[in-house]
């Protein structure tokens, strides 16, 4: 999967190809992916975001294991931000 961070906002730019990535280049975007190793022209990525965003999507992953984050099925926002709170603290727990 490929990320861009743009504004302090991470985007999936994986879908869109090589188009997308051209005009995100032009806007000064960070690129925080990984890359196949045979790449003709390898992209410069900075490691430290590189590493923060690997941390971001594992935490990420392990939230969407409950079953009332993945689906979403809290009424009003507030519960479904407490939720995410409560989720967290048994994550960091474990």
């Given at each position: 999967?490929?990320?861009?961070?743009i504004?302090?906002t991470?985007?999936?730019?994986?879908?869109?190809?090589?188009?997308?990535?051209?005009g995100?280049?032009d806007?000064?975007?960070l690129?925080?992916?990984?890359?196949?190793?045979?790449?003709?022209?390898?992209?410069?990525?900075?490691?430290?975001?590189?590493?923060?965003?690997h941390?971001?999507?594992?935490?990420?992953?392990?939230?969407?294991?409950?079953?009332?984050?993945?689906?979403?099925?809290d009424?009003?926002?507030?519960?479904?931000?407490?939720?995410?709170?409560?989720?967290?603290?048994?994550?960091?727990?474990?």
């Amino acid at each position: 999967m490929e990320y861009v961070m743009i504004d302090g906002t991470i985007v999936n730019v994986h879908r869109h190809g090589q188009g997308a990535k051209e005009g995100l280049k032009d806007r000064k975007a960070l690129i925080c992916i990984s890359q196949r190793p045979q790449r003709k022209e390898p992209l410069r990525i900075d490691l430290e975001l590189y590493k923060a965003r690997h941390l971001i999507e594992n935490f990420l992953g392990k939230l969407k294991e409950f079953k009332r984050i993945a689906m979403r099925s809290d009424k009003t926002d507030e519960s479904f931000k407490a939720m995410i709170y409560a989720c967290s603290v048994i994550i960091n727990a474990r």
